[in-house]
């Protein structure tokens, strides 16, 4: 988190966030692990819907993003909202 930016950064893992690359639902109790799985997705949209409603940038990254060009990703995010120029613009997160 950088708060005094307003930006929050998540790293999202493949199999609890439904990763579309790479999630997947295991055998056993599939229905429970289903809705489960599902419900954290539901609620990763609404953190991300109250920190944008409350001014915040959020940026999501997943666990199998390259470490490095996830972090350099957040870097130019942080800059780019580091510039005095940027408090006026539309909020976008990466």
Same mark, same amino acid.
């Given at each position: ?32 692990? =289903? $809705?489960?799985?599902?419900?954290? *997705? ?7 819907? /109250?920190? %944008? #409603? ?12 390259? =470490? $490095?060009?996830?972090?350099?990703? *957040? ?7 580091? /510039?005095? %120029? #940027? ?8």
């Amino acid at each position: 988190m950088f708060p005094r930016l307003k930006i929050a950064v998540f790293c999202d893992g493949c199999f609890w966030h439904r990763c579309p690359l790479h999630g997947s639902i295991p055998r056993q109790n599939r229905l429970w692990w =289903t $809705q489960k799985l599902e419900a954290n *997705v539901r609620r990763d949209a609404d953190t991300t819907a /109250r920190l %944008e #409603a409350a001014g915040w940038f959020v940026v999501r990254v997943w666990e199998h993003d390259d =470490t $490095q060009g996830a972090a350099d990703a *957040v870097e130019a995010f942080v800059n780019d909202r580091r /510039r005095p %120029e #940027a408090v006026d613009q539309p909020r976008a997160g990466v």
